[in-house]
């Protein structure tokens, strides 16, 4: 049971290049999330996911798409990377409770030249 | 979505008792109460939750005054392990937000 994996765990990008993060749990867990981190700041939701199929924005959407195409993979893109999104990634699942408890994975850092 | 406070940092000493007191004055009736964890260079990690009163467990305790417009996280006897920062998070992943929203943290480091 490895809980949220995340791949790949560093990554460095020229600007405009881009790229996908993925996500995978093995939870059967319903929700998943995208969240970044910026130095000294707290985690800043990017995108979720309640389900198959189903996406939704974030707090800060703007330059990410993101996919889900299968219940344990919740894929993360950046079409044309900028410097501005140079960041550490973690993605996160739960369940459909009416509780807040969920899972992170180790994160993904990410610096675009 | 609810938005929370907390203080920027706090320092301790290893075996004192540590509160973390967080204001969430706008909690709404189905908003849940949530501390995360989260060390350099790892993802957050679920600590407690609770919707009222005062819930404890392995790790830590959590009271919560009866008009729930704060909530205070407790960790007794703290130990150099527990250097990190703490998210206090409001919200209910069963409404039509369905998301965790987190705001800056307390970094909390223990001295010896």
């Known amino acids: 049971n490895a809980g949220v994996t995340q791949t790949p765990k560093f990554r460095v990008l020229k600007t405009g290049q881009s790229m996908t993060l993925l996500c995978a749990q093995d939870?059967?867990?319903?929700?998943m999330y995208w969240y970044r981190q910026d130095p000294g700041m707290g985690l800043r939701l990017i995108h979720y996911s309640v389900g198959e199929g189903t996406t939704a924005k974030g707090e800060v959407p703007d330059g990410y798409n993101v996919s889900r195409l299968k219940k344990q993979n919740f894929l993360l893109g950046l079409e044309s990377a900028a410097p501005s999104q140079t960041s550490v990634y973690f993605c996160?699942?739960?369940?459909?409770?009416?509780?807040?408890?969920?899972?992170f994975g180790q994160g993904t850092r990410l610096t675009v030249v | 979505l609810a938005k929370t406070t907390q203080p920027i940092s706090m320092d301790s000493y290893e075996g004192q008792e540590v509160n973390i007191t967080c204001s969430h004055n706008?909690?709404?009736?189905?908003?849940?109460i949530t501390w995360y964890q989260q060390f350099p260079s790892q993802g957050p990690r679920f600590i407690i939750q609770g919707y009222k009163t005062k819930v404890t467990n392995e790790v830590a305790s959590l009271f919560i005054p009866a008009d729930r417009k704060s909530s205070t996280l407790s960790l007794p006897r703290v130990s150099l392990s527990d250097t990190a920062v703490y998210y206090c998070?409001?919200?209910?992943?069963?409404?039509?937000?369905?998301?965790?929203?987190f705001g800056s943290g307390t970094q909390l480091t223990v001295l010896p």
């Open positions: 939870m059967n867990h319903e929700y």
């Open positions: 996160a699942s739960s369940l459909p409770r009416s509780n807040t408890e969920a899972f």
């Open positions: 706008n909690i709404a009736t189905n908003d849940y």
């Open positions: 998070l409001v919200g209910s992943l069963s409404g039509s937000a369905r998301q965790l929203t």
